[in-house]
């Protein structure tokens, strides 16, 4: 058997994922562990917001209109009537006279206008009478926020799928929702395979390497929203394999499995992908790394293969794990690509896409890439130092210094883009 498969290109492998993957449901959740997770239903504000008028700095609210000839040659001088001390809801002012409010107050009926204290004096009359004296005019509306000024009535606020971080945190608090209805948490099972992979705390034989591709895929699980229900490693052994993988399936949203995808004799799990059964999405992909990278539909349950080699298994997973489990936890699932500039030298195209681990920074206001030297597939010092994924589109010649590529951004790219 010489194992040969038959290659779809990524959009198409994504577009298979995307058919299957739906969001596995919502509930209602205390609001800070809502925190990055996807809101399930809009939110909307019942009442205009503001809901008053709000004066923005300490001072007095006065109509603007009393005070049109007032100069420092002219002051002129408004009847200071009193509101309680946080402010006058239900007072109001007429003309002539002033009323002290502080930020954030509620702005008497009949006020336009909010002056600062540091602009105002205060005189006293020989009857008792309180005076606020301006020595300038001012324009209608200043340093006040309008009834409705942010949204109307019925607005929405928040849009349903909106990933839930401190702004719509300090929103949805606002509005009351202390148990928003989020999408729930994607639950993974992450299983690793072979014999030539030993556990991080074991010294690895000839031959052998130390697990690292599981807490790579564990952290980016966790960078997508997902968590982790419980992670496996399976030897070269076919029947304790198929059993983890269908307690895998029977636990998890999504099961992800790293190593022995491939049609090598060892390749316990490539034997799932090498039939055409019916669940199969895709078994070899057009791509540079990641070609090995699988996926099938087993008891209603999505399972992706990545490659071992941990740079096919890591750009793997940002291709094509990150977006199930966007599109489970109640994303669209849509990887976005922005344009940089090549950076330096030029990059080896290949008759397939190319996905390069890279670096992407801001310079002169541009956004520049260059890619990380050892791109190889079993790359991995490049996966630590990468923040972007560069995609070098095939083509018979080199990609140039000075060219626009697309990159996809990667989680925490800013951390470095600045240094
Ligand atoms: N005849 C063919 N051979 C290969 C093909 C092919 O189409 N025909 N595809 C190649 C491609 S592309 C890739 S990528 C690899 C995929 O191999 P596997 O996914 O089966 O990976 P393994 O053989 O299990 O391991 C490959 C490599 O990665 C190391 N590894 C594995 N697991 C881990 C881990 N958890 N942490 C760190 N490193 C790991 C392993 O030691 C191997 O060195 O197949 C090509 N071959
Ligand atoms: O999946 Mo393999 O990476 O194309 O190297």
């Not at 229900?229 to 499995?257: N, Y």
């Not at 030298?345 to 920074?361: E, Q, Y």
């Amino acid at each position: 058997m010489s194992g040969r498969r038959d290659a779809i290109s990524l959009e198409e492998a994504q577009r298979r994922i995307l058919a299957w993957a739906k969001p596995i449901g919502a509930d209602e959740v205390p609001l800070l562990q809502a925190q990055g997770l996807r809101l399930a239903e809009a939110a909307r504000t019942e009442s205009p917001m503001p809901a008053f008028a709000r004066a923005g700095m300490d001072g007095y609210a006065v109509w603007a209109a009393d005070l049109a000839t007032a100069s420092p040659q002219s002051p002129v001088l408004l009847k200071i009537v009193e509101g309680d001390a946080r402010g006058a809801l239900y007072y109001s002012i007429r003309s002539g006279e002033a009323m002290r409010v502080g930020t954030g107050g509620p702005l008497p009926e009949g006020a336009d206008t909010v002056v600062m204290q540091e602009a105002v004096s205060i005189k006293q009359d020989e009857d008792g009478t309180r005076r606020a004296v301006f020595l300038r005019s001012e324009t209608a509306g200043r340093h006040v926020t309008a009834r409705g000024a942010e949204a109307a009535a019925g607005s929405v606020l928040i849009a349903a799928g909106t990933r839930i971080g401190p702004g719509q945190a300090a929103l949805l608090a606002s509005l009351g929702a202390a148990r928003p209805c989020v999408y729930r948490k994607p639950r993974i099972v992450v299983v690793t395979a072979g014999d030539d992979v030993v556990p991080v705390e074991s010294e690895p034989g000839i031959g052998q390497v130390r697990n690292g591709n599981l807490p790579m895929l564990r952290m980016l699980i966790e960078s997508a929203a997902g968590e982790t229900a419980w992670d496996a490693h399976v030897p070269d052994e076919p029947d304790q394999a198929q059993q983890t993988l269908l307690r895998g399936l029977a636990d998890a949203d999504l099961v992800i499995v790293s190593g022995g995808i491939s049609v090598g004799d060892t390749d316990i799990m490539g034997r799932l992908f090498g039939g055409a059964g019916p669940g199969l999405l895709f078994s070899k992909l057009a791509i540079r790394p990641g070609s090995a990278s699988s996926a099938i539909v087993l008891d209603g349950k999505l399972l992706i293969g990545l490659s071992g080699n941990p740079g096919a298994c890591f750009a793997g997973f940002e291709l094509l794990a990150r977006p199930a489990i966007e599109r489970l936890g109640g994303g669209s699932g849509e990887l976005k690509w922005c344009q940089a500039r090549l950076a330096e030298g030029s990059v080896k195209s290949n008759a397939n896409p190319r996905f390069l681990r890279g670096v992407v920074w801001i310079e002169g206001g541009m956004l520049m890439a260059r890619p990380c030297a050892e791109n190889s597939s079993s790359g991995l010092i490049s996966i630590g130092e990468a923040n972007a994924l560069l995609a070098i589109p095939p083509s018979a010649e080199e990609t140039r210094a000075g060219a626009t590529i697309d990159v996809r951004l990667l989680p925490g790219w800013q951390d470095r883009a600045w240094q």
